[in-house]
């Protein structure tokens, strides 16, 4: 029920940005289906999909102060999770749910160090729409994904996906 008003609570947040909104709704089904694939517990699953659905969120202070398309991943990472963090209260999550959605919010488009499955899901969900959305080549993709990815679930998508 929780994610269900999240969901409906970020589609206002956007309003009137279909594409963020579609962004954000493909990117919460990638990794809801590969945090099942991967048989995350019950706990990590919920984080991983309120922070698929918040992941973007910082995106519109920060073209709010930065103007119409200059909201860099790092200016997503550090807006994103004051205003992650109002909403996800207002909703009533979990302090702890909350504080680690905001760190997966937080880190997103950071690579290196990825600490848990939740975070290392969000990435590779994110990446697969990103392939997708920006028209990448299949060898950038290719290059990407033996990088990035290390679930089975998430290497195997993107192969099928982009014929890799």
Avoid: W
């Avoid at 994610?3 to 589609?11: C, H, K, S």
């Avoid at 950071?110 to 959305?133: H, K, P, R, S």
């Amino acid at each position: 029920m929780q994610l269900q008003q999240l969901l409906e609570a970020m589609i206002a947040y956007m309003g009137g940005d279909a594409r963020r909104i579609q962004h954000f709704i493909k990117v919460h089904a990638l990794a809801q289906l590969l945090g099942r694939q991967e048989q995350l517990n019950e706990r990590t699953q919920f984080i991983l999909e309120a922070a698929a659905l918040t992941h973007d969120i910082g995106i519109k202070n920060g073209e709010a102060k930065f103007g119409a398309g200059k909201c860099s991943g790092k200016t997503q990472e550090l807006e994103g999770p004051p205003a992650a963090a109002e909403l996800l209260a207002k909703l009533g999550f979990a302090p702890d749910v909350c504080e680690r959605v905001c760190y997966l919010i937080g880190h997103h488009h950071t690579y290196i160090n990825i600490d848990g499955m939740d975070y290392q899901i969000l990435v590779e969900a994110d990446f697969l729409v990103n392939f997708y959305e920006d028209g990448m080549s299949k060898e950038a993709i290719q290059t990407a994904c033996g990088r990035i990815f290390k679930t089975a679930s998430g290497i195997r998508l993107c192969r099928q996906m982009f014929g890799i």
